[in-house]
């Protein structure tokens, strides 16, 4: 795009939610303010063509930019006030109830069936995730996701500490999307996060004869003030469960995936002897 555009350009794309009425904010401010893109742009650290981007509610504007911009604009808070709303735009619209409730969650469990879950993911592997994402996701689609599902790990050290679990199957942890230096960096991230004191790590064999979990991966989220939801998530269609009933159920197979799978102990060194094992060292090695 050329930083010097004609201002019809910055006109919002139609169905960009938060993105297109804090792009039109933006616009309203530094028109008020006697600003050009490329001024504003160098007043902030950004490019005129990137400005433009958000002006159209085409790109996710940080935080940085978005406290910045503020104090540029003489908003008085305006524009910080979105903050919070433009950030949970970087998710899926399908996750991001989900995600509000997850960054303020008191406990947290995760039942994972595909792929290592998006809290524990490296960020090489979390981009692997995304570049085979169908129907193909664009570049800078693929980026924002990967920055956004590493923010979401910031719950591991808000205080006060969640108590967090994750329930993960053996054939999630052998899966080397990304390839096996992907694979391994992962593993010995869930090695790291399994020995921190409020998070527990426990592994579903795939030999096991008793299976709680056949009906698919769940999250269950739990409020300070002590209610509980269940997360399901299956694209294009996951919802939220707050119907005690439904929640209910949900609990009750958590609770006996935990007692059919491997304990916390017993998970952690099942993951050190899969990093030590053959296969993986053999195609670590080869040309």
């Not at 590493?150 to 329930?167: G, H, I, N, Y």
């Amino acid at each position: 795009m050329n930083d010097q555009q004609p201002e019809r350009d910055s006109e919002c794309e139609p169905g960009a939610g938060i993105l297109c009425v804090f792009g039109q904010q933006l616009k309203l401010l530094r028109v008020r303010e006697g600003l050009e893109r490329p001024e504003l742009g160098r007043l902030t650290g950004y490019s005129a063509s990137t400005i433009a981007s958000f002006e159209q509610g085409r790109r996710i504007p940080p935080g940085k930019f978005i406290d910045r911009a503020d104090e540029v604009l003489n908003a008085g808070g305006v524009l910080k006030a979105s903050k919070d709303e433009v950030a949970r735009a970087q998710y899926p619209a399908f996750f991001r109830d989900a995600a509000r409730l997850e960054a303020q969650a008191a406990d947290l469990h995760v039942y994972a069936t595909h792929a290592v879950p998006g809290l524990l993911q490296t960020e090489d592997y979390a981009r692997a995730v995304f570049a085979m994402w169908r129907p193909l996701l664009g570049e800078e689609v693929i980026e924002q996701r990967v920055s956004a599902r590493l923010a979401r790990q910031e719950l591991f050290s808000r205080l006060p500490l969640p108590t967090v679990s994750f329930v993960i199957e053996e054939a999630v942890l052998r899966r080397p999307l990304g390839g096996v230096e992907a694979l391994r960096g992962q593993l010995e991230q869930i090695l790291r996060r399994g020995r921190e004191r409020h998070v527990e790590i426990q592994v579903m064999p795939t030999d096991r004869e008793e299976h709680a979990g056949l009906g698919g991966p769940f999250n269950l989220i739990g409020a300070r003030e002590g209610n509980r939801v269940a997360y399901v998530e299956a694209y294009p269609d996951s919802r939220i469960h707050s119907e005690r009933k439904a929640v209910r159920e949900f609990e009750e197979q958590y609770g006996l995936l935990r007692a059919q799978a491997l304990s916390p102990g017993e998970s952690l060194a099942f993951l050190e002897k899969l990093l030590g094992e053959r296969w993986m060292s053999k195609r670590l090695c080869a040309p």
